[in-house]
């Protein structure tokens, strides 16, 4: 009978080979002309939203709209812990209602954290993809970080409750190192993204990427009006004046996801406040709690 260490070592292992033969695999589909770095052109969204307009009023559900670099960021997190949710949760009501000789303390978390990366892959490939395009590999460590925060509502946890923060480190990893080898060199938000900036209270745009897949009725206004190198880099302490396109349904997704977030933290935080204060002698889940927790 292996012990808690000795699946965790068998996990370990079959995850690192699978995620480097996966890594591999994937440079060779994106890195097409072969130069060891990923090129603006090599990437799909580009190619997709380049000749698409802009719509900053009263856009439609398909096209492409702005949402500032500061909620991008926020939600993005918040979008993240939504889809973290999702997992645990499902995984909670799944292992309540198994025999739990078929999902064992042992190695139902290294399960769960799986999910959790699965969740996160599948929001990165459809839910939205913009944010997934823009943001850095370092970000990427914090924005699937957030994903794995859920496990906090984990019920089956093993004995040893530490090597749930040694599967996350370690999936959150070799997540990175793969990532580095199947994008590296990836560009930055400035080559792959258009960028607008609020200025005197109106949003212009203000930089556009350089590689063009084919031309448009478009290029000639957007080449005219951008006036920001791709390799200027935006003050952090300027993210909300600056703005990043996205398709509307992605923005979408983002808003839906980040406030059942929050609905989530204000049930908690809720439920927590009264069961330590007693106030109106409520419970956990009371309807006390439950009426605070839709208030706010």
């Not at 699946?7 to 002309?33: C, P």
């Not at 839906?256 to 933290?265: A, H, N």
Request: charged share 20%; glycine share 6%.
């Amino acid at each position: 009978m292996f012990g808690d260490w000795e699946i965790f070592g068998i996990f370990a292992g079959v995850t690192t080979t699978l995620q480097f033969f996966a890594s591999y695999g994937v440079r060779r589909h994106f890195d097409k002309n072969k130069n060891g770095k990923i090129d603006p052109d090599e990437v799909p969204f580009l190619q997709i939203t380049q000749g698409m307009p802009v719509k900053l009023n009263s856009p439609d559900y398909n096209d492409l709209s702005i949402l500032s670099l500061i909620r991008t960021f926020v939600e993005a997190m918040l979008h993240s812990f939504c889809y973290g949710c999702l997992a645990v949760f499902s995984m909670n009501l799944i292992m309540s209602s198994v025999d739990r000789r078929y999902m064992d303390r042992r190695y139902a978390y290294l399960v769960t954290c799986l999910m959790i990366n699965v969740m996160c892959m599948f929001m990165c490939k459809y839910a939205t993809n913009g944010i997934h395009v823009a943001t850095s590999h370092e970000v990427h460590f914090l924005y699937y970080g957030f994903g794995y925060i859920a496990l906090v509502f984990f019920w089956r946890k093993p004995e040893r409750e530490y090597l749930i923060a040694v599967a996350v480190l370690f999936l959150q990893t070799i997540y990175i190192v793969g990532r580095c080898i199947s994008l590296p060199s990836y560009p930055s938000v400035h080559k792959v993204l258009r960028l607008y900036n609020l200025c005197e209270g109106e949003w212009k745009l203000a930089s556009v990427p350089n590689a063009r897949f084919v031309e448009t009725e478009h290029d000639n206004e957007e080449q005219k009006n951008s006036e920001q190198s791709e390799d200027e880099q935006v003050d952090p302490r300027e993210y909300h004046k600056w703005a990043v396109v996205f398709p509307v349904y992605e923005i979408m997704n983002a808003h839906i996801s980040s406030s059942v977030s929050v609905g989530i933290l204000s049930g908690c935080a809720t439920s927590m406040i009264v069961r330590r204060s007693g106030i109106f002698h409520g419970r956990d889940v009371s309807n006390v709690s439950l009426g605070i927790s839709v208030s706010i």
